[in-house]
């Protein structure tokens, strides 16, 4: 009996010490539930995240229609505007008389800007809203060229006018004088449009993220359809104007200069075509009279 006694005691103690390893297994059990329930919550969590993803998307493009096309991102301007007032600052060059010509012989500088303008067309012919570095080099390298050569033949010749010099006949200097002042509205055309708001392509694109340069009257009324269509946006057209304008009026007229180097950059031409036409203009009465 004291036998059995110690055997029951003994299966007694077998059977608590697997009491615990029963236990290890049901808790071992409940692991794939456990992370089957982890996976659906972090599903879950995605399946949110992507509402909401999708929702700030439509928000963000319900705002963004209501902008104005100067505010947003659009498909960018025409090419042919710019293209075609370039081709006439290039055009220009050639009645000025040779001895005002920055190179020898005369058609050597506008057969090179015309080849360069003809890269820029067939590098981007439609819609400006290419984003590239050389392209834009070579637009700015343009635009300085034909500046440079306008200024050498504008300096040329003041320095005649100053000196008693210049064309023997009233009409020749007209000519003349009138060729470089338009040129020179055009290449400032071209500096307003290259740089505000960092370029035609960030303006298009809406990657510039700065303040505009210039205040055109449609800006300060886009919140009267009415007035402005909301698509409005400014082109090269715009940029002529202004330059058109200030070498005529010598100051700001309806579109305001906001940046610094927007002030400087009207103030230059304004001196460069009061100079120009006082001289020219003077000459020529002088000489007419």
């Given at each position: ?51 909401d ?33 370039t ?42 809203n290419?984003?590239s ?6 637009a700015?390298f ?65 990657s ?14 886009m ?35 906001m ?17 120009t ?13």
């Open positions: 009996m004291a036998v059995n006694s110690g055997d029951g005691e003994r299966g007694a103690h077998e059977g608590q010490q697997d009491a615990p390893g029963e236990g290890r297994g049901a808790q071992g059990a409940e692991h794939p539930d456990t992370a089957r329930i982890l996976a659906g919550l972090r599903l879950l969590h995605e399946r949110l995240e992507e509402i993803r999708s929702a700030l998307g439509r928000d963000a493009r319900a705002i963004e229609s209501h902008l104005p096309a100067w505010r947003r991102p659009t498909e960018g301007e025409a090419r042919w505007q710019v293209a075609l007032c081709a006439a600052a290039i055009a220009l060059q050639i009645p000025v008389p040779e001895r005002l010509d920055l190179m020898r012989p005369s058609w050597l500088l506008p057969a090179a800007e015309g080849c360069l303008l003809i890269a820029l067309i067939a590098a981007n012919p439609r819609r400006i290419r984003e570095k050389a392209i834009r080099a070579l700015l343009l635009a300085a060229l034909i500046s440079f050569t306008n200024a050498w033949a504008a300096s040329k010749l003041v320095f005649e006018l100053a000196h008693g010099k210049g064309p023997a006949t009233g009409g020749a200097l007209l000519i003349t004088g009138s060729a470089i002042w338009l040129t020179n509205v055009f290449v400032f055309a071209l500096w307003y449009w290259e740089f505000d708001q960092g370029g035609p392509v960030a303006r298009a694109l809406g510039a993220q700065r303040y505009p340069d210039f205040m055109f009257p449609q800006m300060s009324v919140d009267s359809p009415h007035l402005v269509s909301k698509d409005w946006e400014p082109a090269f057209i715009d940029y002529f104007y202004l330059a058109f304008t200030n070498a005529t009026a010598f100051s700001p007229t309806d579109t305001m200069p940046s610094r180097w927007a002030k400087m950059a009207m103030t230059l031409q304004a001196a460069v075509s009061v100079i036409v006082a001289l020219v203009v003077s000459r020529a009465v002088n000489i007419l009279g």
